[in-house]
T-cell receptor, first 108, second 112 residues
Framework: KNEVEQSPQNLTAQEGEFITINCSYSVGISALHWLQQHPGGGIVSLFMLSSGKKKHGRLIATINIQEKHSSLHITASHPRDSAVYICAPPSGNTPLVFGKGTRLSVIA | EPEVTQTPSHQVTQMGQEVILRCVPISNHLYFYWYRQILGQKVEFLVSFYNNEISEKSEIFDDQFSVERPDGSNFTLKIRSTKLEDSAMYFC??????????FGPGTRLTVL
């Protein structure tokens, strides 16, 4: 079973700040998802990455498979980025294993 | 952009009743999933479905649960005899080969 640890668990930032969320997992994997869960409950898959770095708009995700570590960065944060961010490795036949995530609040 | 849809958005039922939650995955996707999230808790995997059969299921997915893809477009989750603890948000997701999962908006199930 893959144990997932995210830090921080809660994060409050001022608008415009650069944000980093870290994810460590216990079992080697071939890929990892970053997801965003909005306050209303909807889940959006942000990235699936297996190596290096991916960028989409103001979001950047990096992964180091050997060190079993991934990070999600948000540049120029905005209040609409307020959400729970979840890293989720696949398990078995690639269903996602969700952690509790990081609750981000961005204040204007 | 194609999206996963789910109906109903909210279902209220009495304990012991059967419910069917419906999902329409993205049309060219191959893998289908159900997850659930009890209020205030993390999202939990229930079942994955590929090639018209269950490929993996969690301990939560007991004999009270079943899934079906009856017509090549819908993907359903049936709970035969609902319990109070089945109250949760249920999410459907789908994906192509080696790609990220796309989630539906969820169905909130309330068991009274």
């Amino acid at each position: 079973k893959n144990e997932v640890e995210q830090s921080p668990q809660n994060l409050t930032a001022q608008e415009g700040e650069f944000i980093t969320i870290n994810c460590s997992y216990s079992v080697g994997i071939s890929a990892l998802h970053w997801l965003q869960q909005h306050p209303g409950g909807g889940i959006v898959s942000l990235f699936m990455l297996s190596s290096g770095k991916k960028k989409h708009g103001r979001l950047i995700a990096t992964i180091n498979i050997q060190e079993k570590h991934s990070s999600l960065h948000i540049t120029a944060s905005h209040p609409r980025d307020s959400a729970v961010y979840i890293c989720a490795p696949p398990s078995g036949n690639t269903p996602l294993v969700f952690g509790k995530g990081t609750r981000l609040s961005v204040i204007a | 952009e194609p999206e996963v849809t789910q109906t109903p958005s909210h279902q209220v039922t009495q304990m012991g009743q059967e419910v069917i939650l419906r999902c329409v995955p993205i049309s060219n996707h191959l893998y289908f999933y159900w997850y659930r999230q009890i209020l205030g808790q993390k999202v939990e995997f229930l079942v994955s479905f590929y090639n018209n059969e269950i490929s993996e299921k969690s301990e939560i997915f007991d004999d009270q649960f079943s899934v079906e893809r009856p017509d090549g477009s819908n993907f359903t989750l049936k709970i035969r005899s609902t319990k109070l603890e089945d109250s949760a948000m249920y999410f459907c997701a789908s994906r192509q080969w080696e790609a990220k999962q796309f989630f539906g908006p969820g169905t909130r199930l309330t068991v009274l």
